[in-house]
C-alpha cells in the first residue's frame, strides 16, 4: 500500500462503526488511520468486480509458488 501521500477529509460514520474501528487499531497496535485505510481499500476491492481482490490474487500466486510442481502432475 502506498501510504507516503496522505489527504485529509472529514465525514461522518455511526459511533458503533468508529467505536469497533479503534478497537480493532488498539487490539492490533495500529493507528486507527491505518485501519481506517485498510477498511477503505478493502471496500474498494470488493466494489470493483471485474476483477479478483487483492489479497486473493497474493494467495493464488502464494500456492502457485509453492504448489507449481503438484499442479502440472494434477494437470496430466
Known sequence: MNTAVRE???SEAAP?????LRQIAEAQG???EAVL???LRDYIDRQQKE???R???DSFAS???EFDSLYRELAK
Not at 458503533?16 to 469497533?20: Q, R, S
Open 55 to 57: 489479497h486473493v490474487m
Open 16 to 20: 458503533e462503526v468508529l467505536d469497533a
Open 30 to 32: 495500529r493507528q486507527f
Open 51 to 53: 476483477r479478483p481482490r
Open 37 to 39: 485505510d485498510e477498511a
Open 63 to 65: 500456492s502457485l509458488d
Open 8 to 10: 485529509t477529509f472529514s
